[in-house]
Each structure stands twice: as structure tokens, then as C-alpha cells.
């Protein structure tokens, strides 16, 4: 059994009683009534409230974009024509939800990093640095949510952020204990000579010492002396997401240099 | 629809899933270069149909949620499906979703929209989005049909299954896909860091190693992840970890707590663990 969808509202799901919300678009729109036109926008705020929450999941700040639906709202109720039988909702969803697409087309949202989510990236990472410096441990998703009162899932989408775009800067300004300001770049600089000091194992190969002095201490840490990321970031002075990326580098670098065709591989 | 899929997620209705299924999509939606704009109006059309099926489909109880992903050269496929008494007919009412409004959200996201019943029990939504890609898959292969899972399901039925093709999708799917699970089995930021780069390392040392799709079972324990990553040709799990490659091995083993290999017909099945540490 096949149905289209656009069969398939029923008139009377719309909230409220429809022959009253027919009657206040009757005075609005034939009697240029202002009043009906404000009952009605608070008749329906639900309605962009909740398109707005689900559409502007973990985007803008919701006031911002509510603000946009709710020009939305107005437009669809100086425009719905109650005549063509359809409830008031049918029309007002696309024209709203229309409405928060063009503005965040219009703001470059396709294009960068939201705005919203960069700066979450940015608590995300000074929480997390935080609380490791605090407990000596790294904290949990649900920790780092409910430190920052965000969702776990904007943890888990600034997380993915820090890891996948460069353009989360490591280096962008952060408020350090003491409230001064110190960018990563600062705590890195100048370690060359300690890691000179660390004698890699034998068997490494010849992929590895083409690798940076600090990524070869990084992977050695990591992977022959076993430590955790957490550990890493404290012993060489920089942050734990930076180890993160640097391992993610480096073992991305070992593949391509050791990659040969299946084939070969194979014993 | 006709285009294999991409990506097929096998899960439980809980509603702690939809953001797994959000995740995944991210991640594809990155292999095949599609704008912040165009994701979030799959995401959320997405969101919706899975959301009727957490609330609806089994009337309270729990049951299997099925999503599909297929990328084609004209936009992205996208299936819902249940197996339960149907999301269609109380979506169809108008009032699936509490306040009425899924329908007319999924209907203005997309470009077109089914709600069928499936022949073998439950029902589906199939919807179609016509976006511009930056990255098509052009006619890299798919999945094929989904019995070909069933090597891979979980001991447990709340375990998840993620079948994805090709490798590109692979690459940038698995990674998110683990470390939201790793993030649900309370693990800490670094661990979810290291188990994005053991979804990474697979990835890539499985390519040409698979017979077919790549599909990662994964059972959530508090403090563990239990992975079962197949069907691998014969030798290939062994290789991974007692290969030439003595480095890849020792990777793998500081990034995992144990690892296994079991034999299914012709092929081999790799079982993993990763467990929060101190």
C-alpha cells in the first residue's frame, strides 16, 4: 500500500479549534483586524518554537533563530489561504523552515564552521583542559555536558570539529588559570632539545624517523610506553586535544609511507 | 531508489539512537562534500521519521530500527524503516509525532516522500533529496542486499550493526559512528580519541582486506566497547596484529584491550575490545 504524503494530513491536525483560528484569519485578512493577527501569532509561537528546535539543533544561539521563524510565521499568516481547505500548519512548516534555510544561507552558514558551533568548540576544548588539570584525568562526554550545560551531542559534534577542521585553531586565544590570555602556540615552542633525549626502540622503521622529533616522541609515548593521551599532554606541555591531532597525523603519515598494494602485503 | 546503499545502520528504536543515525549521516555527508545548509535539512527530516519509529512502531517496547543511506549522482536516498505495526498509518493521521508537525516537516524538507508497507512485515518512509554534492560517489559500489549482515549481528539485540562502501564513505562514517558509542560507554575524551583513530587504522588496513562491504558490529557495555568488524578474507584478521607490520600490530594492541579471530565459513570474523582504562 502506497500513499503520498500530501494525502495524508488530516485538516483537523491543527492545534486549537480550527473554526476559531478560521475566524481570526477571516478578521485579519478581510478586515485588516491587528488583534486577530496578534492572536494568532501567539496561537501558533508553539509551532515555530518547536521548528525551531528542531531545525536549529546545534547551530545559531535559538533566540537568533527564532526570531527568524517567527518572520517566517508572520509571512505564512498574511499570506495562508484558508479557502483551499488545508490546515494552517501545511503551509506555515515550509514557509517557516524556508525562512530559517534562507537566512542561514544568507549568514555563509554552507560554508564555514557555524558560528555557534565554533565557538562550542572552543568551551569544549578549555572545559576539557580544565577539568583534566582539576581531576588528572580526562573527563567523559556526559561530564564535559554537564560542566558547559550543553547536549551530549554538542560535545561529541565539537569534539568532531576539533579533530576533523584546522579551522577550530588550537591556537585561537584561551583564558588560562590566572585569567591571562596564552595561545597554544606559546606552550609548544622550543622542545626540540628534550626530545632528542628519547631513545626509540629498536625496531622502528625507517617510515618513523621521517617523521617530526616531536610526533616520534608523541607516537612513542603513546604506543611503546603506553601512556594515555592525558599523560602525554602533561608531560610534553601542550594540550590533550593536540596529541589527539598530532597522533591522527602521524599515523596518517606512517600509512602513506609504508603503503604498499594489498598484494604485497600479503605473506 | 535502486542505488545500493552507502551506509545501513541496524539498531534498536531506543531514542538514544537517532543521534547515531545523525552521526553517521555527518559522516557521510562529509565523504561526499555536502553543504552545512543541505545536511541540516536531511538531519532533520531524518530525525523525524527515526523519532516516529522510536515513539511509535513497537508501542512502547522495543524493536529493530533500520536506516539507509544511498548517494547517487542526483542526491541522497534516504530509508526509515520499522518492523513493527507502522509508523505509516499513524503518521499518516497527522498525529505520530506528539504536536503533529513530523509530517509536514519531513514533506517540506524533501523532494519527494514515500510511507509503504514493507512486504515482509513493518513499514518504511523513503525519502529523496535532490542536492548538489561536491564529492559524488560517481558508481563506486554499494551495499548489496542486507541479509548479508547477519554473519556480523551482536550477541546482544541492543548491539548495532554499521555496514558502509565504499572506503572513502568508510573513512569518514566509521570514525564518528565509534566514537559516539565510545562517548556512550562513558569513556573519556582520550579514549574516544583513540577509538576514532582505531576506526581510522581499520579503515585503512581493511581496504582490499574485506569480502564485500565493510560491517562493524559494536555491543555498548559501561566502560566497554565490543567490536566485531567482517567478513575479512581468510588470513587477513591475523595479519592485522601479527602481520610484518610490527608497528601496525603494536598500535592496534595499545589501542584495544584484546582482540580475537573466528572463522565463518570461508571468511574470518575479527572480534575487538576497547575498554575504559583506570
Known sequence: MTATATTSIAPTSAPGAPAETLQLFARWQQDGDHTARQQLVERFMPLARSLTRRYGRSSEPFEDLLQVASLGLLKAIDRFDADRGFPFQSYAVPTILGEMRRYFRDSGWAVHVPRGAQERALKVRDAQERLSNETGRAPSVNQLAEYLELDTEDVIDALQAIRAYETVSLDAPRVGHDDEVISYGDSIGGEDARYELVELDATVSSALAHLPARDRLVLHLRFVEDLTQTEIAEKIGISQMQVSRLLRRSLEQLRTMTDAPPAGKAR | MGAAPNVRLRLSNRAENVLLIRQALSGLAEAVGLDAVALNDVSTAVTEAANNVVLHAYEGDEGPLEVEFSSTAVGLDVLVADRGQGIAPSIRSGDAVSD???????????????????????????????????????????????????????????????????????????????????????????????????????????????????????????????????????????????????????????????????????????????????
Not at chain 2, 512485515?121 to 525519502?127: D, I, K, L, S, W
Not at chain 2, 581499520?202 to 567490536?227: H, K, Q, W, Y
Not at chain 2, 574470518?268 to 576497547?274: A, T
Request: charged content about 25%; cysteine-free; proline content about 6%.
Open chain 2, 100 to 278: 503533529g508537525i513530523g509530517l509536514p516537516v519531513i514533506q517540506a524538507l524533501t523532494d519527494s516522500v514515500e510511507f509503504r508497507d514493507r512486504p515482509s512485515g513493518g513499514t518504511e518512509v523513503a525519502m529523496h533529496f535532490e542536492l548538489d554534492q561536491a564529492r559524488p560517489l560517481d558508481d563506486a559500489p554499494g551495499l548489496a542486499v542486507a541479509g548479508e549482515q547477519a554473519a556480523i549481528d551482536p550477541d546482544r539485540p541492543e548491539g548495532i550493526v554499521l555496514g558502509v562502501a565504499p572506503t572513502a564513505v568508510a573513512r569518514n562514517v566509521v570514525p564518528r559512528v565509534l566514537s559516539t558509542l565510545a562517548a556512550r560507554a562513558y569513556f573519556s575524551t582520550d579514549r574516544i580519541s583513540d577509538a576514532q583513530l582505531l576506526a581510522d587504522t581499520l579503515v585503512s588496513e581493511l581496504d582490499g582486506a574485506v569480502d564485500g562491504p565493510l560491517l562493524v558490529g559494536v555491543t555498548v557495555l559501561p566502560r566497554n566497547l565490543e567490536l566485531r568488524i567482517g567478513p575479512l578474507l581468510s588470513g587477513r584478521a591475523g595479519m592485522l596484529f601479527n602481520g610484518e607490520d610490527e608497528e601496525l600490530g603494536s598500535i592496534l594492541g595499545r589501542l584495544t584491550d584484546g582482540h580475537a579471530v573466528s572463522e565463518s565459513g570461508t571468511l574470518e570474523l575479527l572480534d575487538l575490545r576497547m575498554a575504559q582504562r583506570g
